[in-house]
C-alpha cells in the first residue's frame, strides 16, 4: 500500500501550523502577556474554517482593541465608545447575508455601550458579539471598569475598589441571557490551553448562530492585562483563574436549542 | 405627478424614499415623529430597512454602519436628540461617508417645548460635533420646498462625503400644504469603491475616523476642508424676492423667510422699496450674496425664530458695510407678518446708524429693563 507523502515546505519540513488567512501579516500593538492576540486567532481560525473570511465585516470597539481592524483581514469599521452593536445593526440590516461582528472590551461594552448591547440582544440582532472581559480600562491606563473586582487596586481605585461607594461588578452574561432575542449566551477563559480550546468552539458556535439566523450571539472572554495588573504574564494567567473565574463563573448562559445539538 | 395635500415630516419621509432611501434609522421626538412613523409602514412595504432604536445615540451609529456599506441612509429628530447624535455625526465626517439628517427644530434650551423654532442654528451649522468639519446645511421654507431639498441631499452627501442637515422649524414638519412628489428614483445597484461589504475578491478595507499619526490626521483633515471648498464654491443656495430696487432688505431663512416675505408684501404696498434675501443653503452661507447686496442697500434686517444665531453669519458677511437691525422670536414663538412689518416701518423711517447693535435695541425691546 503506498501512501502519501505529506506535503513539503522547500526546506523540506512539514507545514502544521500557520497564520489563518483572516489575520493580516500586521505585528500587533498588544502588551506581552494580553490574551487580546489569542482572541484575535481563535476568531481568525473560525472565520477561516467557516469559509466565511469574504462575507465578513468586523467593528473595532474603542479600546486596547482600537486597530483590530488592521490585524484581521477582512473588511472592517471603527466604532465610537460602546456603540459597535448599533454600527453592527446598521450594517446588518442593510447587508444581511453578510456576517458581522463586533469585538468589545468591558468599559466599551459593559459601561459606555451597556444601552447598545443590552438593545442589540433585545432585538436579537444577527450579529456575533467578541467580548473581551479584563476587568480594566487597558487603553486610557489601567482604570477602574464596571467589571472590576471588588478591592481590586486600579488607577481610579487606589485604595481598591470599594462597592460602598464604586458600586459592584456587573455580570454582563448573566444579564444579556435573559433576552429573548439571545441564541447563544457563554463565559470561557484564554488562561490555559484547556480554556482556550473551549473559547474557541464557543466562538464556532457564536459565528453558527448567526449564519443560522437564529439571533443575537456573545462569547465572553474572560482576559489577562498584565501591564495594568502589575503582573509577570504568568501571574496575570493564574489571577484570571484564582480570582476572575470564581467572581465571573464561566458555563453556558443561553443556548438555542438548535445549537445544542450541533457538533463542531 | 399630481398634486397632494401633504403634512410637511410625512412628506419629507416619502420624498427620502422616493430618493432610493436604502435605510432609516430614528427615534420618536415631537414635532418630527410623523417622519419616523412613515418610514415604519412604507420602508417595510418597499423593501427596505427601517428601525426604531433605542436612542439618537444608537439611532446615529446604526445610521453610521449603513453608511459605511454605501447605502443611501437616513435619520430625522429634533433638537434635543441632535445633541445627542453629535458624537456619531462627528465620526461620520470623520470616516467621509455620506448621511442625511433631518432635523425639525422646536423650542429650546433643554427640554424647552414642542413649538416651532430655529434655535439649533448655530448648534447644526458651526460643527454638531466635535473636530474639523463642515456639514451642509439647508433649510426649506415650504412643504414643497422641503421635499425638493430632501432628493437634492442624498446625492449631495455622495458627491462630497460628508453629512447633509436639512433643518425645518417645527411649523414645516407640522404644517400641511399641496406638494408635488418626485417620481421614484430606482435603488442604486453598483457601490461606491470605498464602501466595506466584504472583502470578497479584492484586498480588505477599513473605514475609520481613527488615525494615530498626527501628519496623516492633519492630511485627512486638509482632504475634508479641500471637499468643503468644492462644496462652498457650488452649493451654495438662495432666493432673492424684490431685490432689484430694494432699498432695505430684510434677511431670514426657513419659516422665518417666509413670514418675512408677507411682511416685505405688504410693505411695498405702502411704498417701501424693500425686498428679502432668504438663505437656503445655512452652510455653505450665502456670504459673497449677501456682502454684495450691503454694498447697495442702505440698511438690513435680519428676522429669526431665535436670538440672532444667523445674525452673526450676516455680520460676518456685510464686514461693517451696512446699518443693520435684528428682529426674532424665541422659545416657540412664530413672529406674524405684522410685527414683521412693524420692524420695517420702522427701518425705512428711521434708519439705523452704523454703530448700533441690532441685538442690543432689539434685546432692550422685547424685555425692557
Not at chain 1, 85 to 109: C, E, H, N, S, W
Not at chain 1, 209 to 233: D, I
Not at chain 2, 284 to 293: G, H, N, S, T, V
Not at chain 2, 313 to 329: E, I, K, L, S, T
Request: overall charge neutral; some cysteine.
Amino acid at each position: 500500500m503506498t501512501v502519501a507523502a505529506p506535503p513539503k515546505t522547500k526546506h523540506n519540513l512539514k507545514l502544521i501550523y500557520q497564520k489563518p488567512e483572516s489575520l493580516t501579516d500586521s505585528p500587533t500593538h498588544y502588551c506581552p502577556g494580553c490574551t487580546h492576540g489569542v482572541a484575535h486567532r481563535l476568531v481568525a481560525e473560525v472565520l477561516d474554517e467557516m469559509g466565511l473570511r469574504e462575507k465578513a465585516i468586523g467593528i473595532a470597539p474603542v479600546g486596547c482593541a482600537v486597530l483590530a481592524y488592521e490585524y484581521f483581514n477582512i473588511d472592517g469599521v471603527e466604532a465610537a465608545h460602546g456603540r459597535a452593536p448599533a454600527m453592527a445593526t446598521g450594517i446588518k440590516r442593510v447587508l444581511p447575508d453578510r456576517v458581522v461582528f463586533t469585538y468589545q472590551g468591558d468599559g466599551d461594552l459593559a459601561s459606555i455601550g451597556m444601552a447598545e448591547i443590552l438593545h442589540a440582544a433585545g432585538r436579537g440582532e444577527r450579529i456575533t458579539v467578541i467580548f473581551i472581559n479584563n476587568a480594566i480600562y487597558g487603553m486610557t491606563g489601567g482604570q477602574m471598569a464596571p467589571t472590576t473586582l471588588p478591592e481590586q487596586v486600579t488607577t481610579s481605585s487606589p485604595r481598591g475598589r470599594d462597592v460602598a461607594t464604586q458600586g459592584f461588578p456587573i455580570r454582563m452574561s448573566e444579564i444579556l441571557a435573559q433576552m429573548d432575542g439571545a441564541a447563544y449566551v457563554v463565559r470561557r477563559s484564554l488562561h490555559d490551553p484547556n480554556n482556550i480550546r473551549k473559547a474557541k468552539k464557543a466562538i464556532r458556535l457564536a459565528f453558527e448562530a448567526q449564519v443560522r439566523g437564529l439571533g443575537f450571539a456573545m462569547v465572553e472572554l474572560l482576559s489577562t492585562c498584565p501591564t495594568n495588573w502589575g503582573m509577570t504574564p504568568i501571574e496575570a494567567m493564574n489571577w484570571v483563574r484564582d480570582h476572575m473565574v470564581p467572581a465571573f463563573p464561566l458555563g453556558d448562559y443561553k443556548v438555542a436549542p438548535e445549537l445544542q445539538k450541533l457538533r463542531v | 405627478m399630481p398634486r397632494e395635500l401633504m403634512k410637511g415630516n410625512v412628506a419629507m419621509a416619502e420624498a427620502a424614499i422616493r430618493a432610493g432611501l436604502e435605510a432609516y434609522f430614528g427615534y420618536p421626538i415631537t414635532p418630527q415623529s410623523e417622519l419616523l412613523e412613515h418610514m415604519a409602514k412604507r420602508m417595510p412595504e418597499e423593501g427596505r430597512a427601517f428601525l426604531q432604536a433605542e436612542s439618537e445615540v444608537a439611532a446615529i451609529n446604526m445610521v453610521y454602519g449603513a453608511a459605511c456599506t454605501g447605502a443611501r441612509v437616513m435619520t430625522s429628530t429634533s433638537g434635543p436628540g441632535i445633541s445627542l447624535m453629535a458624537e456619531g455625526i462627528s465620526y461620520i465626517a470623520g470616516t467621509e461617508v455620506p448621511a442625511v439628517i433631518v432635523d425639525v427644530m422646536r423650542g429650546g434650551p433643554g427640554l424647552g417645548n414642542i413649538a416651532p423654532s430655529q434655535g439649533d442654528y448655530r448648534q447644526v451649522i458651526h460643527g454638531a460635533g466635535h473636530g474639523d468639519f463642515f456639514p451642509i446645511v439647508l433649510a426649506p421654507a415650504s412643504v414643497q420646498e422641503a421635499v425638493d431639498l430632501i432628493g437634492e441631499a442624498f446625492d449631495i452627501a455622495e458627491k462630497y462625503r460628508t453629512v447633509v442637515f436639512v433643518v425645518a422649524d417645527g411649523s414645516i414638519g407640522q404644517m400641511m400644504e399641496p406638494v408635488e412628489l418626485p417620481e421614484p428614483r430606482p435603488l442604486r445597484r453598483e457601490r461606491p469603491d470605498w464602501a466595506v461589504s466584504g472583502a470578497a475578491g479584492r484586498p480588505h478595507r477599513t473605514l475609520t475616523s481613527l488615525y494615530l499619526k498626527p501628519e496623516v490626521e492633519e492630511r485627512i483633515n486638509l482632504r475634508i476642508l479641500k471637499r468643503w471648498q468644492e462644496a462652498e464654491a457650488n452649493e451654495v443656495r438662495y432666493r432673492e424676492y424684490y431685490l432689484d430696487d430694494a432699498e432695505f432688505v430684510v434677511l431670514g431663512f426657513g419659516t422665518a423667510g417666509r413670514v418675512a416675505l408677507s411682511a416685505v408684501r405688504a410693505a411695498r404696498e405702502e411704498g417701501i422699496r424693500v425686498g428679502l434675501f432668504r438663505p437656503v443653503s445655512l452652510r455653505p452661507f450665502p456670504y459673497q450674496a449677501i456682502r454684495d447686496l450691503a454694498q447697495r442697500a442702505k440698511a438690513f434686517l435680519v428676522v429669526e425664530m431665535n436670538g440672532g444665531q444667523m445674525l452673526e453669519d450676516v455680520q460676518a458677511a456685510a464686514q461693517g458695510q451696512v446699518p443693520m437691525r435684528f428682529y426674532g422670536r424665541m422659545g416657540g414663538m412664530v413672529p406674524f407678518p405684522d410685527e414683521v412689518l412693524e420692524e420695517i416701518r420702522t427701518l425705512a423711517a428711521d434708519p439705523p446708524t452704523p454703530t448700533e447693535n441690532p441685538r442690543a435695541r432689539w434685546l432692550a425691546h422685547m424685555m425692557p429693563a
